[in-house]
């Protein structure tokens, strides 16, 4: 069964430094995948996503992701973390099994930015 | 323009009761979502809409869920006879359906928490 595994629940990195958060997955079928960010009290906001194109995908506010088949990961990355990049991070593969398509969320990455 | 909208933003009952929770999309959007977003998880799917096709009820969780949506448009989430594992943030999504299904982009609204005595 596909599924998504974000690595990290929490994770810190000071303002001005580098921002990797990580997600792998698992999927039967050539899946399309998305990282979607959630600000306290706001809804869900498509960072980027992977539809078999490029594997490196760039997205809003910095951010960029590279899909590696051979690894099953999708991470995330920014070179230089700002104070209003904190937020929950959600890892997202899309896939088709059983005669039905399907959107798995991962738990979650909550980041934290250090002044 | 107007983005995806729900309401109410919070809603507290008592268990065994009825609720309803409404998800208005963005105008044109053909394709409507409904997930569920307990403490501590990812989102878990319950229901998808596109157009007029049958919808997906593949992740409804028991008989006490519905949804229906009206005219292509708004869409209703019911929960019968309330529990306290209810409780949770419902988050309603549209796409444009242009994309095929699940290379779409989504586009979500703030949530309802629905909190359950």
């Known amino acids: 069964a596909q599924s998504v595994t974000q690595l990290d629940s929490h994770v810190s990195v000071s303002e001005g430094t580098p921002v990797l958060l990580r997600c792998n997955y698992s999927s039967s079928y050539s899946p399309s995948l998305f990282w979607y960010v959630q600000h306290p009290n706001k809804g869900l906001q498509l960072l980027l996503k992977y539809t078999s194109a490029a594997t490196l995908v760039k997205g809003i506010n910095g951010f960029e992701a590279e899909f590696k088949k051979s690894e099953t990961s999708f991470h995330l990355t920014k070179p230089s973390a700002h104070m209003s990049d904190a937020a929950e991070y959600f890892c997202v593969v899309s896939d088709f099994t059983s005669g039905t398509y399907k959107y798995i969320f991962g738990t979650g990455t909550r980041l934290k930015v250090l002044a | 323009g107007a983005g995806v909208s729900q309401s109410p933003s919070n809603k507290v009952t008592e268990k065994g009761k009825d609720v309803e929770l409404r998800c208005d999309p963005i105008s044109g959007h053909t394709a409507l979502y409904w997930y569920r977003q307990s403490l501590g998880q990812g989102l878990e799917f319950l229901i998808y809409f596109q157009g007029n096709s049958a919808p997906d009820k593949s992740g409804l969780p028991s008989d006490r869920f519905s949804a229906e949506r009206t005219g292509g448009s708004v869409s209703t989430l019911t929960i019968q006879r309330t529990q306290q594992e209810d409780s949770a943030v419902y988050l309603c999504?549209?796409?444009?359906?242009?994309?095929?299904?699940?290379?779409?982009?989504?586009?979500f609204g703030p949530g309802t928490r629905l909190t359950v005595l």
């Open positions: 999504a549209s796409s444009s359906g242009t994309s095929g299904r699940w290379s779409d982009t989504q586009y």
